[in-house]
Nanobody
């Protein structure tokens, strides 16, 4: 069952920006961390960014300085501001949330960066 709903994907030109949003669609108990994965055609799924309960953030090297993850813990929501987008950022982006007992997943939103 899908527990997170995400939006904000789309088609942009290289150098453009998108903001992805993800929020709980149901009751989620004590989320510890949230983050974003992405999966491009022919590639393995990779963890793009995470944000912890104390708002500490981490990013995969390829997006550092370009992407910013943020969180609204009260709403169990997570956001990904994506700037200076590159064609290699093209992928389906999935939000995720971690509790002590399980991982919750979004349905995925397509991001396409192309001229």
């Amino acid at each position: 069952q899908v527990q997170l709903v995400e939006s904000g994907g789309g088609l942009v030109q290289p150098g453009g920006s998108l903001r992805l949003s993800c929020a709980a669609s149901g009751i989620i108990f004590r989320i510890n961390s949230m983050g974003w994965y992405r999966q491009a055609p022919g590639k393995e799924r990779e963890l793009v960014a995470t944000i912890t309960s104390d708002f500490s953030t981490n990013y995969v090297d390829s997006v550092k300085g370009r992407f910013t993850i943020s969180r609204d813990a009260a709403k169990n929501a997570v956001f990904l501001q994506m700037n200076s987008l590159k064609p290699e950022d093209t992928a389906v982006y999935y939000c995720a949330a971690w509790s002590i007992t399980r991982t919750y997943w979004g349905q995925g939103t397509q991001v396409t960066v192309s001229s």
